[in-house]
Structure formats: C-alpha cells, structure tokens
Nanobody, 125 residues
Framework: QVQMVESGGGLAQPGGSLRLSCAAS????????MSWARQAPGKGLEWVSG????????SYADSVKGRFTISRDNAKNTLYLQMNSLKPEDTALYYC??????????????????WGQGTQVTVSS
C-alpha cells in the first residue's frame, strides 16, 4: 500500500539548515507531482513546495522562495526538502504529499490524496 515516511526534522537555530526526507513505498515518486506542506501551531495546513513528475519544474510558496529547495532521488524513491536560512516562523510539522492527478492547483491541499505522518521542525535560539 502507499506509504510515505518523513524524517530529518529537529531543532535548528535561526539561520541554520535542515534537510527533510520523505521515503515513499507502494508507488513511484517520479510518476506523480509531489509536494511538501506544513502546519504551524494553531494554524492551518500550508503548501510549501512542489516538484513535477519529470523533475523539470519546481514551485515554492513566497514565504520560502530562495531559502528552500525541493528535490527527488528516483533510485531511492525519496523526496527531499533542503531548508536553509531558517526562521522561527518556519517552525511547523512538515508533511510530504502525493498529488492525485496531473490536473488541479498544485498549492491546494485538496489535490493530494496521500500524506506522510509528518516530521517536526523547530527553529529557535
């Protein structure tokens, strides 16, 4: 069955870096548009970044553009999110997600049908 397991979260200082991983099984990540989303304490789920099935297109929310980089390793069937220049407002539970189809808005959480369990990122001095 479809399963996604995130890892790599933790505590980072402002200005620091973390790399999140999302190991997928039960499907091939290179066959789907994949995204990262996050949920900060007391807030709703926010789309963060996405990568097309062929890897040629990446997209980012304005809040992380220039600081985060999404990538994929097809051989490992794993999605990554490199997070640099972290800010306290990046503190959230981060999820990877598989998009249902090639259609629909990439930044709408309703377009995704499978989610991982999340990994906590805390940015604090």
């Amino acid at each position: 069955q479809v399963q996604m397991v995130e890892s790599g979260g933790g505590l980072a200082q402002p200005g620091g870096s973390l790399r999140l991983s999302c190991a997928a099984s039960g499907f091939t990540v290179s066959s789907y548009f994949m995204s990262w989303a996050r949920q900060a304490p007391g807030k709703g789920l926010e789309w963060v970044s996405g990568i097309s099935s062929d890897g040629t297109e990446t997209s980012y929310a304005d809040s992380v553009k220039g600081r985060f980089t999404i990538s994929r390793d097809n051989a490992k069937n794993t999605l990554y999110l490199q997070m640099n220049s972290l800010k306290p407002e990046d503190t959230a539970l981060y999820y990877c997600a598989k998009k249902k189809s090639p259609f629909g808005k990439i930044d709408s959480i309703y377009e995704y049908d499978y989610w991982g369990q999340g990994t906590q990122v805390t940015v604090s001095s």
